[in-house]
């Protein structure tokens, strides 16, 4: 009724004949289109790969940024002793009015040692701890400024050397595959023919299907869309992995000034079609299903940890049946905080606690409903 | 080519050269056409009008006094002793003396050059296609095995593929030793185990040869010549297992390294990472062929001073020919050029044939014979306190005791 009656102070006035049929809801979308352009969108990103392949490179390609300017190599020596680290930049784009606040998180180290195993461990252990912290806020009282530091996709590097998916790669895959929407990724392209390009592809489809690993599958069209829509959708999903070159240097080519690699016997175009799948990526990554990718995230990863850490917090419970243990949330490495925070804690503790119990009891019934 | 009777004269060991740039006595300037040729036919069996080699096979040293004046130089194994060094045009005719290198080229085309080169790396570096580029032929395991995969192997595998190729009547039996498997694993600690092993095998296998009481007139080489390993080009720095491959590997073997699939890295990018690799090296202390401690003369070092100012060469490997500018070339096709092969201008392959052919193929054998061979030899009787008494031979001193490469090293 309200929004009706928004509506009609706004909007000119409309003929009578469809003033009777026309209720006004339509306009939700623009409404909810001028809330977002005031709140503005943020977009976790995750890198990881060996060093070398270009990820940086390519992060700076698809926003056109240079968030890596000063970076420092480290030597053979002082990598061996290196363990995976997790870094974040954040960086606050503006286009046309609209604001994204965009993370990206790296992983350097990944993958360099002699000896790699469990090399992940640092980075899905990142993943849960920021979930962790969304369930903590979300479960507390002061739900106004939840920041979401979720990690929305996470695009994996493959190195476009080998002959499929290593021993790394598929344990690194299986390990993120239900906690973030994993883009695998044929980085530095310009070294393959096209042959060889459609190889390694065909190959890398193949080995995905044939391990089990379950990367980030683009929604199907609706049937209503339109024919160049689906085109489009079904060319996007053909060329799957994308094979992707990325430049922090502008060339001139056929005249025009473009991001590019110039090499004695030519020059590759990052934004030429026919040379690599950058394009395809950025579409993707960006204009089209960065908002999907956020809602998979949410509703699907998101809710699995979730579930997964309600569970095992109620079964812990069951086991241990004292109602006055203390309150086995996840533990968090928080600081020290200070006494008005220390408060709040208290607070939000004895509302978990409270909203555990009722779950239990919940749970019984429904047990004894079974019966 | 003629036939000739094998005969039963000295033993020459196959991996004599007749660029012989040690000597005791004089030099080996060739004299500028005074007839040389036409005397060489006179005192050797064969008329063969062969073509002078090119100026690989002879150095040319430069000396500064004039013609006709007899110099007197001091020889530098033997301190304190003089020799005089006579001149062809003092000779009261010519003698002949220069045929024996004829006859030294003659006789190892005859019997033909043993070369094995193992080539290390993770899968999908182009191992076998350079291997096929170097050699102009299908030689690499890739190329022979009836039911080739490509998956990757859970340990590291040696397998060694043997082929025999002529060109221009030279004979070479050319080994290639492949690793499959190395660098493939999640946790790749010891995968270097396996090749050190064989290394050590094939200096054990010809060691016991050289000691047996009767031993063969040659004796099959499978020693390691060469070993090629190829760096992934990630453009940043030499990563843990190359460090500790070639760490360890580099006192047993000469290491060429290479910088594989380089049509991934322009020019600028090369240069940075071949720099950072050269700092990485020397800061590691790691020793890649040629090593500086073996030249023996300014000559040789400048050369491959040169040659180390250049390594690791960055290659690109293929086996397809595309038709540019009316030639047919070596090359890869894609959508935005051709990378040429072998165009110095593209890559640096060309360098690395030279290098590993044409220039320093003897050079490399000479270096695991006198070298890595001889410390092996060393430390192996060092260990087994065997003294040659016991074998039954009359003693005699061991040569290169300390193992560093000795001058007076000629097989004349």
Sequence with gaps: MTANSRHKSRAPRPDDGEEKDYVGFATLPNQVHRKSVKKGFDFTLMVAGESGLGKSTLVNSLFLTDLHKDRKLLNAEERISQTVEITKHTVDIEEKGVKLKLTIVDTPGFGDAVNNTECWRPVTDYIDQQFEQYFRDESGLNRKNIQDNRVHCCLYFIPPFGHGLRPVDIEFIKALQDRVSVVPLIAKADCLMPSEVKRLKEQLREEIDKYGIKIYQFPDCDSDEDEEFKRQDKELKESTPFAVIGSNTVVEARGQRVRGRLYPWGIVEVENPSHCDFVKLRTMLIRTHMHDLKDITSDCHYENYRAQCIQSMTSRMNADKRVESPVPVPVLPLPTPDAETEKLIRLKDDELRRMQQMLQKMQQQMHEQDL | ?412
């Design chain 2, 1 to 412: 080519m003629r036939q000739e009777s094998a005969s039963a004269d000295t033993l020459i060991p196959m991996e004599e050269s007749d660029t012989n740039k040690t000597g005791v006595v004089g030099t080996e300037r060739e004299d500028g056409g005074t007839g040389g040729e036409q005397t060489a036919n006179m005192n050797t069996a064969n008329s063969l009008k062969e073509d002078k080699t090119p100026s690989e096979k002879e150095t040319r040293r430069e000396q500064e006094t004039e013609e006709g004046q007899t110099q007197v130089e001091v020889c530098r194994s033997v301190p304190d002793l003089q020799l005089s060094i006579i001149r062809d045009s003092d000779l009261f005719g010519y003698v002949g003396i220069e045929a024996v290198l004829e006859q030294m080229k003659l006789k190892t085309i005859k019997a033909g050059f043993e070369f094995n080169i193992m080539v290390v790396g993770q899968s999908g570096l182009g191992k076998s296609t350079l291997v096929n580029t170097l050699f102009k032929s299908k030689v690499s395991r890739k190329s022979c095995t009836a039911n080739y995969e490509e998956k990757i192997s859970k340990t590291v595998k040696l397998h060694s593929v043997t082929h025999l190729i002529e060109e221009k009547g030279v004979k070479m039996k050319l080994t290639v030793i492949d690793t499959p498997g190395f660098g493939d694993q999640i946790n790749n600690k010891n995968c270097w185990e396996p090749i050190t092993t064989y290394i050590n095998e094939q200096y054990e296998k010809y060691l016991r040869e050289e000691l047996h009481v009767n031993r063969k007139k040659r004796i099959p080489d499978t020693r390691v010549h060469c070993c090629i390993y190829f760096l992934p080009p990630t453009g940043h720095r030499l990563r843990p297992i190359d460090v500790e491959f070639m760490r360890r590997l580099g006192t047993i073997v000469s290491i060429v390294p290479v910088i594989a699939k380089a049509d991934t890295l322009t020019i600028e990018e090369r240069l940075e990472f071949k720099e950072r690799i050269r700092q990485d090296l020397a800061s590691n202390g790691i020793h890649v062929y040629p090593q500086k401690e073996y030249d023996e003369d300014p000559e040789e070092f400048i050369l491959n001073e040169r040659i180390r100012g250049n390594i690791p060469f960055a290659v690109v490997g293929t086996d397809k020919e595309h038709n540019v500018n009316g030639n047919n070339v070596l090359g890869r096709k894609t959508k935005w050029g051709i990378v040429e092969v072998e165009n110095v201008a593209h890559c640096e392959f060309v360098n690395l044939r030279d290098l590993l052919i044409r220039s320093h193929l003897q050079d490399l054998k000479d270096v695991t014979n006198n070298v890595h061979y001889e410390t092996y030899r060393v430390q192996r009787l060092n260990e087994s306190n065997m003294t040659f008494s016991e074998l039954g031979f009359s003693t005699w001193p061991l040569e290169n005791g300390t193992g560093a490469r000795c001058d007076s090293d000629s097989h004349l």
